[in-house]
């Protein structure tokens, strides 16, 4: 059965740091996302990407986070000068398109932010 | 704007008893639902869904869930779990005609004891 991979499957940084999350969604998904999961908290959406652009983004997707899908077929989250309460679970998760359709979600990236 | 309320953070019950997790939503439009499960120390794999026709929706593991739209609740149900049960559960909406982003609950911790 087709998996999103997800790497790294931990990473732990020094705050202030820059880090890149990269996901490999399944190969005919043509919509793109990026959830969070803080510890003992709700899963949380951040942005969903679509046509080579941000269809959607959460608050909590400010200016510190970016995404990219630079080579067609990675999909990365990128967190600049991350912060203590960026410590998290990331979910990447894809879907083949927009309507009925179930997201995919890949087995998730945790970051810890010392 | 969607929001997802599941009632109990924990449930604990003993192996081959019933069960029944409960979740409820607001929309102002018409939406999906789903329940997701994430064992420990791993991702979020998808139980069943609800996109329209009959209410009452099988999944995987012996799950089941009914859609009650004068309640606007979809509780997920088994008749007898299994120690292997014992995960956390979530419920999830999306928006008919969005971009596929789910709104999830906070879940609900089920633990099943011998």
């Known amino acids: 059965e087709p998996e999103v991979t997800q790497t790294p499957s931990h990473q732990v940084t020094q705050m202030g740091q820059e880090v890149i999350l990269r996901c490999v969604p399944i190969?005919?998904?043509?919509?793109f996302y990026w959830y969070r999961q803080i510890l003992g908290q709700k899963v949380e959406f951040l942005v969903s990407f679509y046509n080579n652009e941000i269809s959607e983004k959460s608050e909590i997707f400010d200016d510190q986070f970016s995404v990219e899908r630079p080579d067609g077929s990675n999909f990365t989250l990128k967190i600049r000068s991350t912060k203590l309460e960026d410590s998290a679970m990331y979910f990447c998760?894809?879907?083949?398109?927009?309507?009925?359709?179930?997201?995919?979600f890949g087995a998730g990236s945790r970051l810890t932010v010392l | 704007a969607q929001s997802v309320t599941q009632l109990d953070s924990q449930v604990p019950v003993f192996e081959e008893a019933p069960v029944e997790l409960r979740c409820n939503y607001s929309s102002s439009v018409s939406v999906y639902l789903f329940w997701y499960v994430q064992y420990p120390n791993q991702g979020l794999q998808l139980l069943l869904k609800y996109l329209s026709g009959s209410t009452l929706v099988k999944g995987i593991n012996g799950f089941e869930a009914e859609f009650n739209k004068s309640q606007t609740s979809f509780h997920l149900r088994k008749p007898s779990v299994h120690i292997s049960d014992t995960a956390e559960y979530f419920c999830a909406v999306s928006e008919k005609g969005g971009y596929n982003k789910l709104i999830f609950g906070a879940g609900t911790r089920l633990a099943v004891h011998p």
């Open positions: 998760a894809s879907t083949e398109g927009s309507g009925a359709n179930v997201l995919t």
């Open positions: 190969s005919n998904h043509l919509y």
